[in-house]
Structures are given as structure tokens and as C-alpha cells.
């Protein structure tokens, strides 16, 4: 099968560029299975075009007459400009350098639909949008490994607690949220954008750990009960804090099971996040780590999704 990302750009080469008489950039962005390379022969079944988004200049009009359909596919051509393309997609400009707040209102799902797909031809300057879209900055990066900590060490101990009382059900469902927060630490480990629910198993299974963690976490999922469950969880999370040693972005993390409260519940325990905190330099970052309830500003980001939240967003962010 050729790949949704192989059509559009064999579109775009045998089509699009002949009838193209401005300097211009092209490219497979933004939303669709293609974009991210999960397309399967499932995908064809609707919203699957040979197409392609060209870019022109400010100021510059250009209407394209191509073929309505391409290799059997409807054929779509969107023109746009860089920057207005941007502005309407992730609400920011792109002209001037974004700042923590824009970093921390885009979802980390959007960031990898701009960052995914290809670039088939670039007069513009693009690749270097993408470029500093790339990749969250080292103190941002680092704030959110921290946020990511904070949510999965408060639920240690509720795995056993819940199961202690007879709730297995309610057991199974905090493993399998600590389960998700793990493999998000993975993705902030690797420095990759975590997609959407629908590919997130998949694109957890092609980062570099995947096929060491992955185990560890079906482990946790197939538990029936919380003790076996809780040596499970402990197995991941010893695994994944050694991922954060080889970082070596920090002192070693020295990794240990502790007891909460005399209770029968062993938990593993690292300060990650005091570590994690001490290196930060940038003043807006410290700001947040002050004063934001640290764990939450993801949760809000999923619920305020659209564009036009971001100004929600920020508002929180600079709240006092």
C-alpha cells in the first residue's frame, strides 16, 4: 500500500508544482492519520485526498486549476501563507519567538500534527518554523517531566489502598491512568510530541523504549489483583526512572520502596521532581513552579483544546 504521506507528495511533484508560478513552500500537515504515518488501508475509507497545502507569499493571490482526482483519491489543494496558516491553526505568530506561555497552551497532540507530515518543497522557510516547533526548550521540557512526576506519585499508594477495601475495579483504573502517565514520561524522555489518543499505543511502540517498557505496562493492565498489581506498577516505575538516570540530566536518582505509613502498600519513590526543579533557570518557568498547582495545566490544556481557548489558557497562566 503507498502511504497516505507518499501520495500527497507524488501529487504535489507530478501536479501541484507545475501549475505554481510563485516562489512558494508545499507541504502534508495538520490533521489526518497520513500526516502522523499511521495510515492503513482503513483510513481510505473517507477523508483520504491526494493533497497538499501550498504557501505563497503575503499579499500574493493564487488560484490553482489541477485535476479533480489523483490516483483514484479526490484531489485538494489548500493555499495559504505562512504565518496566517499558522495564526489560524495554533494561534500564535510565528514571526516573533513564543514564549513558555505559548508553549504550554498548545497541546502536545497539535504539536506533532505540524511538526509530523512532510515538506515537499520549501522557498519560505517552513522547515525552520518547523524547526523551532520541534521540540519543547530544556526548561520547559524539564517543567513538564516534573508535572508528569507529580501526577504519577500521589497515586502510588491508592493502586493497593482501593484494592485493600474490595474495589478492584478502582484499582485497575488507577493503574491504568498511572500506566498512561508512564508512558507520557516516555514520550517526554524520548523529546517526542505525544499524539492523540487513537495513535498513542502505536507511536508508543516505535520510540526507542518502547519494546522494553511496553511489557512492563501490559503487565500492570492484566493484573487481577492490587498486590499483583502493585509489583507491576513498581516494575515500571523502577524502569522508567532508570530511563531518566541514562538522561544524565540530573544527579542519579537513587530509586527505593518505601512503605506509606506503616501500610501494606510498597511503593517505589525517587525525587525526580526536586531534582528536575533545581537546574531550571528561566524566570517564567519558576514562576510557574511557584504558584501553578503543578500536574494540572495538562489536564486544563485537553479540556481547552481549540485555538480560541488558548486565551482561557493564558489567562490561568498569568493569574495570580
Known amino acids: 500500500m503507498t502511504s497516505g504521506l507518499e501520495l500527497c507528495r507524488k501529487f504535489y511533484d507530478e501536479v501541484v508544482r507545475h501549475v505554481v508560478d510563485v516562489p512558494h513552500s508545499a507541504a502534508l500537515l495538520g490533521r489526518g492519520s497520513e500526516v502522523l504515518g499511521f495510515d492503513d488501508e482503513m483510513s481510505t475509507d473517507h477523508n483520504c485526498e491526494a493533497r ?9 493571490e493564487l488560484r490553482l486549476e489541477v485535476p479533480p482526482t489523483f490516483e483514484g483519491r ?16 495554533m494561534g500564535f505568530d510565528v514571526d516573533v519567538a513564543l514564549t513558555v506561555r505559548d508553549w504550554l497552551t498548545s497541546p502536545e497532540s497539535i504539536l506533532r500534527q505540524f511538526t509530523a507530515g512532510g515538506v515537499f518543497h520549501d522557498e519560505l522557510g517552513l522547515e525552520d518554523i518547523r524547526d523551532r516547533l520541534a521540540y519543547y526548550p530544556d526548561d520547559v521540557w524539564r517543567y513538564l517531566m516534573i508535572t508528569a512526576w507529580w501526577r504519577v506519585h500521589p497515586e502510588m499508594n491508592l493502586v493497593g489502598r482501593a484494592g485493600y477495601v474490595g474495589d478492584d475495579l478502582g484499582s485497575a483504573l488507577i493503574g491504568a491512568r498511572m500506566v498512561e502517565d508512564l508512558m ?8 517526542q510530541y505525544a499524539p492523540y489518543s487513537k495513535w498513542f499505543g502505536s507511536a508508543f511502540g516505535r520510540l526507542s523504549c518502547g519494546p522494553s517498557i511496553g511489557p512492563l505496562c501490559r503487565e500492570v493492565l492484566r493484573a487481577e489483583s492490587w498486590q499483583e498489581r502493585e509489583r507491576a506498577l513498581s516494575a515500571a516505575y523502577l524502569a522508567v526512572g532508570e530511563l531518566h538516570n541514562q538522561l ?30 533545581a537546574d531550571i533557570q528561566d ?16 489536564q486544563v490544556r485537553t479540556v481547552l483544546w481549540r485555538v480560541a481557548d488558548r486565551r482561557q489558557l493564558v489567562g490561568l497562566l498569568d493569574s495570580r
Do not use: S
Open 248 to 277: 544524565a540530566i540530573t544527579p542519579p536518582i537513587e530509586l527505593g520502596v518505601v512503605r506509606m505509613c506503616d501500610r501494606p502498600f510498597e511503593v517505589v519513590w525517587g525525587d525526580f521532581i526536586g531534582a528536575l526543579t
Open 52 to 60: 497538499a497545502l501550498v504557501f505563497v507569499p503575503d499579499g500574493v
Open 283 to 298: 524566570p517564567d518557568v519558576r514562576r510557574l513552579l511557584e504558584r501553578w498547582p503543578v500536574g494540572g495545566i495538562e
Open 184 to 191: 507520557r514520561l516516555c514520550f517526554l524522555m524520548e523529546r
Open 74 to 89: 479526490t484531489a485538494l489543494v489548500e493555499v495559504h501563507t505562512v504565518r496566517g496558516y499558522f495564526l489560524d491553526q
